[in-house]
């Protein structure tokens, strides 16, 4: 089952989400859409599966069912006029720029899958759950908490976590060329990624990972480099090369800045020569639009629903 948490040591300095390095296999190609009598829906159900389970292929929850939740974790059900918000902003925000950037089919079958909304987030003694991915299903915790006013938030709690996902729905379909894991074979750090690089006073980013979490294993390195790629802003993104100009030994053979360029270099053409999609038109459109999120209103149903 994966995972996707915050270590409570780390969330005073970081927004860092991810999931369990054990990947949980998908089937591209399944159609999960039910053949449903759509005018006998609620409202809410009806706007789901006219504009998300019939157009995108993804069938989306939002009532509490503890048979499909994690019981160790109190988890309270989503308010429907939050889910509601949510679902307009992830139409925005990842649907719509899958749509505009990709070939067609792209996003109905190389994407997610299975959306299951919780209102309330997860605690464990050491993390607060931002959300799960058990068996090809997404979970998203916190929904009732969703405040689009604040564009990191969103970001780092709502919206990045679907680009992860995303992401490992294409390696698991089609492997990335092994020259990926091969630039930090020997700096995966399995179970022990969030505490290895502050009990060593060693720095990740040197390490070529743009988070801490990516250093879990190869997959992981992927996924969060993925979204980290599409999301952050030009600025963030020089940033984040600049933070990374080091080594951790001097017998390195890369500094991190150049080990996350080769890695960005490969999985823009791996996404073309296996997808004939373009990672950087991919993030041109999520760059477009995320400025515009904390000024636009998310919380009534589109025209014609």
């Known amino acids: 089952m994966k995972k996707l948490f915050l270590p409570l040591a780390a969330l005073a300095l970081t927004g860092l989400t991810g999931c369990d390095a054990d990947i949980d296999s998908v089937q591209p190609s399944r159609q ?15 706007y789901i599966q006219q504009a998300f389970a019939k157009k995108y292929n993804v069938d989306i ?5 503890d048979k499909v939740t994690d019981r160790r974790y109190l988890l309270a059900p989503v308010k429907e006029e939050k889910a509601l918000e949510y679902l307009n902003l992830i139409e925005y925000m990842f649907f719509q720029v899958y749509e505009a950037s990709t070939p067609e089919g792209y996003l109905q079958t190389h994407t997610i899958k299975y959306l299951n909304l919780f209102g309330s987030s997860g605690y464990a ?55 990926f ?28 990972f743009v988070s801490d979490y990516a250093s879990t294993d190869a997959d992981e390195d992927f996924a969060e480099l993925f979204a ?16 990374a100009e080091g080594k951790n030994r001097s017998d390195a053979k890369y500094t991190g800045r150049e080990i996350i360029e080769k890695k960005v270099a490969i999985m823009k053409e791996y996404l073309r020569s296996e997808y004939s999609a373009d990672l950087d038109k991919i993030r041109a459109e999520a760059q477009k639009r995320l400025p515009l999120v904390a000024s636009m209103d998310f919380t009534k149903y589109p025209n014609g629903y």
């Not at 999960?32 to 009806?46: E, F």
């Not at 929850?61 to 069912?65: E, G």
């Not at 980290?228 to 963030?236: A, H």
């Open 32 to 46: 999960v859409v039910a053949n449903t009598t759509v005018s006998s829906l609620p409202r809410l159900d009806r």
């Open 61 to 65: 929850a939002y009532r509490y069912d």
């Open 125 to 179: 003694i050491d993390r607060r759950m931002a959300g799960a991915a058990p068996q090809g299903m997404i979970w998203i915790y916190n929904i009732n908490e969703l405040n689009t006013q604040y564009t990191g938030t969103v970001r780092a709690d709502y919206i990045s976590v679907l680009f992860h996902e995303s992401a490992h729905t294409l390696h698991e379909e089609r492997a990335y060329p092994p020259e």
């Open 181 to 208: 894991d091969k630039l930090s074979a020997l700096e995966y750090q399995k179970q022990d990624a969030f505490s290895y690089w502050w009990r060593t006073g060693q720095n990740a980013s040197y390490a070529g």
């Open 228 to 243: 980290y790629y599409i999301l952050d802003s030009d600025s963030e993104w020089a940033d984040r090369l600049k933070g």
